[in-house]
């Protein structure tokens, strides 16, 4: 095999193997790669592995982060819970490894980051030191929704479900700008609340125009009267819908608006035949929010950081979310 730098956005075998890939996630796809570039300008070393004819055997995205705080460092990928190489064999997956670990040589970069389910193992570990930092919840919805609905915790779940329904909140699929800025009012004051920086406007911003073109994001919005109680952001990616961000308003809790979107988010990804709801990421100090999705009935898996420095760890969202990523 042949392992060459391609440019995602340009190169259309890219996405053509990421959408045949079974492993694939919205976040090997080239426009959440473009979403990461023009918000934070990381260099980009997105690596291919082809054969004689030209044909993709496997890729491995990858961002080069320079930072005099933490580091210079190779990740796959920032900001993402899923990363890593795709391959269609071990050895090609090998050889993209390796082609990684040169680049760490070549740019003098402190340590190669994979980020990675445990289903999506690379075969050359012998750089690396895992680590099973990030909690992911997966509800599989491809029952009927009476069946999903059994799944769910009665009294936490089911009974702040119905009681939103029954309430006054309606629910809006967001149209412009203007409702990514009303998303955004809500997530700095949820993040507030937990005492974590928010990441830049610009960032949704990105989002928006990238992905809403292409049909792979939607922001789903609680409205009580004119007022906006809760919103969230939607990936929507081949079987999977999965939750990449939200925000509500201490106002309106009492409504119960996180249970009302999630549930309508649910139920909108059923209706539109996908089979699986991605709660997103949790890390291990979110014992709360990790128990908060169990009730919905999802199955816990983990995403597995590769060669990560546990001062690093620890410091993530504390000072700059360009230095951590």
């Known amino acids: 095999m042949n392992i060459t730098f391609i440019d995602p956005a340009t190169d259309p075998r890219w996405d053509q193997f990421v959408l045949a890939h079974p492993h694939s996630s919205i976040y090997h796809h080239s426009c959440w790669l473009k979403v990461l570039h023009e918000t934070y300008r990381y260099t980009p070393y997105n690596l291919a592995a082809a054969d004689p004819s ?18 210079n460092r190779l990740i796959s990928l920032p900001f993402s819970p899923y990363g890593g190489p795709l391959a269609n064999d071990e050895a ?19 340590f190669l980051q994979l980020r990675m389910s445990w289903g ?3 075969p050359d570990q ?22 999903i609905q059994a799944g769910f ?24 700008e203007t409702d990514v800025k009303a998303f955004y009012r809500l997530q700095v004051q949820t993040r507030k609340k ?3 920086p928010p990441q830049p406007l610009h960032y949704f911003l990105c989002m928006w ?65 996908y089979c ?37 760890l620890k410091s993530i969202g504390k000072i700059s979310y360009r230095h951590f990523a």
């Open 54 to 71: 030209g044909r993709f055997a496997g890729i491995l995205p990858l961002v080069g982060i320079t930072s005099k705080i933490t580091g």
């Open 92 to 110: 090609s997956a090998r050889q993209l490894i390796h082609a990684a670990k040169d680049l760490l040589r070549q740019h003098n970069f402190k």
């Open 120 to 122: 999506n193992a690379i």
């Open 126 to 147: 012998t750089l690396c030191i895992s680590d099973a930092y990030y909690r992911i919840h997966i509800l599989d919805i491809r029952p009927d929704l009476e069946s």
């Open 153 to 176: 915790h009665k009294d936490c779940i089911m009974r702040s479900i119905r009681k939103a329904l029954k309430g006054p909140l309606r629910l809006r699929i967001a149209e412009n």
């Open 194 to 196: 937990h005492g974590i």
């Open 209 to 273: 125009r990238t992905l809403y073109p292409q049909q792979r994001m939607k922001i789903l919005l609680a409205e009580h009267g004119t007022k906006t109680a809760a919103a969230v952001i939607l990936l929507p990616f081949k079987d999977m819908v999965v939750y990449q961000n939200g925000g509500s308003s201490p106002k309106y809790l009492g409504l119960r608006p996180n249970h009302f979107l999630l549930w309508k988010a649910i139920e909108m990804a059923k209706n539109e035949g």
């Open 276 to 312: 699986y709801f991605n709660f997103g990421t949790s890390t291990p100090d979110e014992k709360g929010l990790m128990e908060f999705k169990c009730r919905w009935g999802a199955r816990e898996s983990t995403s597995v950081l590769r060669r990560m420095p546990l001062f690093v």
